[in-house]
């Protein structure tokens, strides 16, 4: 099974972007990378996925490496309410179920 | 607003209590999923139901009994529960439970068992 190794914790300013990283080394072809976030007291909520080209959507942008062995989540300018734990997820490929397995994610808080 | 809403949204219950979990989905999705959420641990998968059918059960203790009576209702059925049980229950949805589809979660319920 793919995994994926996040930094524990980061810090943003308001206001500035806040670059979120991923390593996923052992990421399969055809596997993709999904970010939800989690704000405290809520469900994780989908953010962006791609597979090997960069995405943006109103949200946030996703630029995965060349070799695609990481991956990098970026909101473009961070607000007090950005602050959650954001989860990098490579889809489990066991079936034809959808199995997003959750790792322990970043907790990005932003500072006023 | 996720269109995915859970009740209770906090409960409390003792080791020899039953009760039961609700989620609910409006938004014409086939698959539900029941993940539970423990202090400083990851989510972690339950059960799967695509078409009101089990697809994937986790190794899930037999004290967690989930129905699905239609699309749209997934209830998870506590009783006899031990104190670790105590943890954030989700449910989310999604369109048919195929990979690479988004899930939609709605805001768990906090469950302590005492």
């Known amino acids: 099974d793919a995994k994926t190794t996040q930094p524990p914790s980061m810090d943003c300013a308001e206001g500035r972007a806040a670059n979120l990283p991923c390593n996923h080394s052992?990421?399969?072809?055809?596997?993709?990378v999904y970010w939800y976030r989690q704000i405290h007291s809520q469900g994780p909520q989908y953010i962006i996925h791609?597979?090997?080209n960069n995405e943006t959507n109103e949200m946030a942008s996703l630029i995965i490496t060349e070799d695609r062995k990481s991956s990098t989540l970026i909101l473009p300018h961070a607000t007090l309410r950005d602050t959650a734990v954001y989860y990098c997820i490579v889809r489990v490929e066991r079936g034809a179920t959808n199995k997003l397995i959750f790792g322990t994610g970043t907790l990005l808080a932003v500072q006023p | 607003e996720t269109g995915v809403t859970q009740t209770p949204r906090h409960l409390v219950m003792g080791m020899t209590n039953k009760k039961s979990l609700k989620c609910e989905q409006h938004l014409g999705h086939n698959a539900m999923y029941w993940y539970k959420q423990s202090a400083k641990k990851p989510l972690e998968l339950m059960f799967v139901y695509s078409l009101e059918e089990r697809v994937e059960n986790n190794s899930v203790p037999s004290r967690f009994s989930p129905e699905c009576p239609n699309s749209s209702h997934l209830f998870l059925h506590l009783h006899t529960l031990q104190p670790e049980d105590s943890a954030l229950y989700l449910c989310?949805?999604?369109?048919?439970?195929?990979?690479?589809?988004?899930?939609?979660f709605g805001s768990g319920t906090q469950l302590s068992v005492l």
């Open positions: 791609g597979l090997k």
């Open positions: 989310a949805s999604s369109p048919d439970g195929a990979t690479n589809e988004k899930l939609f």
């Open positions: 052992t990421i399969s072809g055809n596997e993709y």
